[in-house]
């Protein structure tokens, strides 16, 4: 069953009982989403976070110009929701697009609510799912600050080799902030070093 995925990580985080599991379980509900489906549009309240079981999710912002700008992808066993729209209830500034069909777990804002004082060790839950988010942004950060650009692509490839083969030259260039064109000079610079 695919939702023993969500068990599984909630149980790595933190100890609960069988019965403390299945209520916060209780909490999400499945959702299919196709190909190409906005679950979240900029402007629109964000009023769930999801666990994703299958597939993957783009997350991306325009500016002012109306370029796309990828934050990042988020594939089986991620996260996937607008973090400041979901806390706050204000409009999002990110829209989220399944690019392959794809399954998410998703909890609301009110039964997330409800959980914390349902059974209180779900606040340590996600505090300890947060802070692990915001270590994560950190080291991407860094990386975008004393990586190359051909660094920062071998990175992605080689940590996320699922992922970077289910996407187009123009989203890897878009989340690592470089041209499409850099990201087929480095594609056939490999290929010449494997031949």
């Given at each position: 069953?695919?939702?023993?995925?969500?068990?599984?990580?909630?149980?790595?985080?933190?100890?609960?009982?069988?019965?403390?599991?299945?209520?916060?379980?209780?909490?999400?509900?499945?959702?299919?989403?196709?190909?190409?489906?906005?679950?979240?549009?900029?402007?629109?309240?964000?009023?769930?976070?999801?666990?994703?079981?299958?597939?993957?999710?783009?997350i991306s912002?325009?500016?002012?110009?109306?370029?796309?700008?990828?934050?990042?992808?988020?594939?089986?066993?991620?996260?996937?929701?607008?973090?400041?729209?979901?806390?706050?209830?204000?409009?999002?500034?990110?829209?989220?697009?399944?690019?392959?069909?794809?399954?998410?777990?998703?909890?609301?804002?009110?039964?997330?609510?409800?959980?914390?004082?349902?059974?209180?060790?779900?606040?340590?839950?996600?505090?300890?799912?947060?802070?692990?988010?915001?270590?994560?942004?950190?080291?991407?950060?860094?990386?975008?600050?004393?990586?190359?650009?051909?660094q920062r692509?071998?990175?992605?490839?080689?940590?996320?080799?699922?992922?970077?083969?289910?996407?187009?030259?123009?989203?890897?260039?878009?989340?690592?902030?470089?041209?499409?064109?850099?990201?087929?000079?480095?594609?056939?610079?490999?290929?010449?070093?494997?031949?």
């Open positions: 069953m695919q939702a023993e995925l969500l068990r599984t990580y909630f149980l790595n985080i933190i100890a609960l009982t069988p019965s403390e599991l299945e209520r916060i379980m209780s909490h999400y509900h499945e959702r299919k989403v196709p190909k190409g489906e906005f679950v979240l549009r900029q402007g629109e309240i964000c009023g769930f976070e999801g666990y994703v079981l299958e597939g993957c999710f783009k912002a325009s500016d002012a110009a109306g370029m796309e700008k990828v934050l990042y992808f988020a594939a089986q066993d991620w996260w996937v929701m607008e973090l400041d729209s979901f806390t706050n209830q204000i409009p999002s500034k990110l829209d989220i697009q399944a690019l392959a069909d794809s399954v998410l777990l998703e909890i609301s804002k009110a039964d997330k609510e409800k959980l914390y004082k349902e059974i209180p060790k779900t606040e340590r839950l996600f505090r300890i799912m947060s802070h692990k988010a915001v270590a994560a942004w950190q080291q991407r950060l860094i990386r975008n600050h004393t990586m190359t650009a051909e692509y071998d990175h992605f490839i080689t940590t996320y080799p699922d992922i970077a083969a289910m996407l187009t030259n123009k989203l890897i260039a878009s989340y690592l902030g470089i041209t499409q064109e850099f990201v087929s000079v480095i594609r056939k610079r490999r290929a010449l070093k494997k031949s």
